[in-house]
């Protein structure tokens, strides 16, 4: 004699549903990942590298806008030791910007 639970049957219904009716949300209970996971996955990694180099762009158009600035600012000196001192001072400070840009 054969015993059929009814959470047996109830199981193999569920999963019967997913496979041949494509029920996503049972596909979902019982861990499948859909295709629009998927998707979203190949999509998202592109994404977030594009965010991060229009964030790394910014960021460098930042200090090139001020590298300029300061520069102008240096060439207002008209003793050529406190320019070439103002310059060497701003260089220093836009490599360490850089560097720090690059970790």
């Not at 994404?47 to 960021?59: D, E, M, P, Y």
């Amino acid at each position: 004699m054969v015993h059929h639970s009814k959470a047996g049957n109830l199981k193999n219904s569920r999963l019967l549903s997913a496979v041949f009716l494509q029920r996503n949300i049972w596909a979902a209970a019982f861990g499948g990942v859909a295709a629009a996971d998927m998707i979203g996955l190949y999509v998202f990694k592109p994404l977030t590298a594009i965010n991060s180099a229009i964030v790394g762009s910014q960021r460098l158009a930042a200090v090139h806008l001020r590298l300029l600035e300061q520069l102008n600012t240096c060439n207002q000196f008209e003793n050529l030791k406190e320019r070439i001192d103002c310059q060497t001072t701003v260089w220093d400070t836009v490599q360490k910007e850089l560097a720090a840009l690059s970790n």
